[in-house]
């Protein structure tokens, strides 16, 4: 068998047609506690990915989602809790959100969290990851999800840093660092 070929790819232009105007506002941008989540998206060499597509969903801040089939909803007025951004030149990308609260999980109560879908050219399938929260080191070290990734190093690339505006989470596709991508 040979290499990839070109119909097993996609992209160039992957982000194309899925973003809209407000897209990285998963809050209205004068929300209070609104912040920005930052970050770049790379590839196994390091190199920016520039037609990336990130797209994120979590709880409100009481914990609750704003989806249908989820009874409970969401308690914050106008928040939609999904964000979507392309990346740009410098595989740079931010959406504008609250901090999620805690939400229950099949093995406990989960740490505050995001979880981030990547879309990026040359990937048939995205690829999901979560964002944790560095300033919440309890809750973080009794998430059941988090617990489960033994590397240290591995289980860093899911916490976020801090930045002036809000927080940064660089996200790399392959490599030395490579974030941790969950098998779903």
Known sequence: MSGTT??????????????????????????PGGFWIRGVLTDGAERPVSDGLI???????????AHAYTPEGSATPRFRGFGRCPTGGSG????????????????????????????ARGMLNRVVTRLYFPDEPEANAADPVLTRITDPAARATLVAGTAEDGYRFDIRLQGEHETVFFDI
């Open 6 to 31: 070109p119909s097993q790819t996609v992209g160039p232009y992957l982000h194309i047609g899925l973003t809209w105007p407000d897209g990285a506002y998963a809050v209205p941008a004068a929300a």
């Open 92 to 119: 740079e990308f931010g959406v504008f959100t609250r901090k999620p609260g805690r939400v229950p999980g099949p093995a406990g109560p989960q740490a505050p969290h995001i979880d981030v879908s990547v879309f």
């Open 55 to 65: 797209e994120t969903w979590q709880a409100d801040p009481d914990g609750g989602f």
